[in-house]
């Protein structure tokens, strides 16, 4: 992800994203994962992050999608709403969006409903 961001540090992000990180990292910490020091710099990363991303707010028109993409599609809600946002943005040309992610399912979605795809392999 950090040289992906390097090549390009436009980023839009779904109005929740901010809150979606915080809990992974909160969750990692709380298993162990993280020292509290660790912790506290990759909140300090995320602010950064969160102030220089464009957000996807949430509006009916995402909403509506996003209830279309988890009965046609096998996603979470938060994935949906992260795919929505990102049809959203596409203002109705999905590949000229580019999605990067690590969640399979999600890529796998947002490949059928024609957005570009960045897969970012974690083995």
Known sequence: MTALYQNDPAMLAWWGSEVECASALARVER???????????????????????????????????????????????????QLAAALAASEGHPASVELASLDRRLVD????????ITMLDTR
Do not use: C, K, N
Request: aromatic share 4%; net charge positive; proline share 3%.
């Open 31 to 81: 298993a162990g994962g993280l020292t509290t020091e660790a912790t506290a710099q990759a909140f300090e990363r995320l602010d950064a992050l969160a102030g220089a991303w464009h957000e996807v707010q949430p509006t009916s028109p995402v909403r509506a999608t996003a209830r279309r993409l988890v009965r046609g599609h096998e996603l979470r809600a938060a994935d949906a709403l």
């Open 109 to 116: 979605a947002a490949r059928r409903e024609g957005l570009a």
